[in-house]
């Protein structure tokens, strides 16, 4: 079956750096777009960035725009997320997910993607 398994929260201080990683298995990476979304206590779920099948076409929220890099190596089925200059309003839980669609095209809602992971907290301090 399809798994995506988030790595690489934690705790970091404003200011910091962080690199999740989502490794899929369980379907054929290399056709999927992929995306990131996170949920902060008491909020909704919203995006953070996606990216299309071969990594030509990316997205970002405008609150991680310039911070955040999305990225992706389909040999080894993974979608990363570079995150720097991290604030205190960053900290959630951030969840990768999948979306079955036309090549090249991303897409910045929730119910378009298919497959999620588990999720891996994010924590920034002051």
């Known amino acids: 079956q399809v798994q995506l398994v988030e790595s690489g929260g934690g705790l970091v201080q404003a200011g910091g750096s962080l690199r999740l990683s989502c490794a899929a298995s369980g379907l054929t990476f290399n056709r999927y777009a992929m995306g990131w979304f996170r949920q902060a206590p008491g909020k909704e779920r919203e995006f953070v960035s996606a990216i299309s099948w071969s990594g030509d076409n990316t997205a970002y929220a405008d609150s991680v725009k310039g911070r955040f890099t999305i990225s992706r190596d389909n040999p080894k089925n993974t979608v990363y997320l570079e995150m720097n200059s991290l604030k205190l309003e960053d900290t959630a839980v951030y969840y990768c997910?999948?979306?079955?669609?036309?090549?090249?095209?991303?897409?910045?809602?929730?119910?378009?993607?298919?497959?999620w992971g588990q999720g891996t907290q994010v924590t920034v301090s002051s």
């Open positions: 997910a999948s979306s079955w669609r036309p090549r090249g095209t991303i897409t910045n809602s929730p119910t378009e993607y298919n497959y």
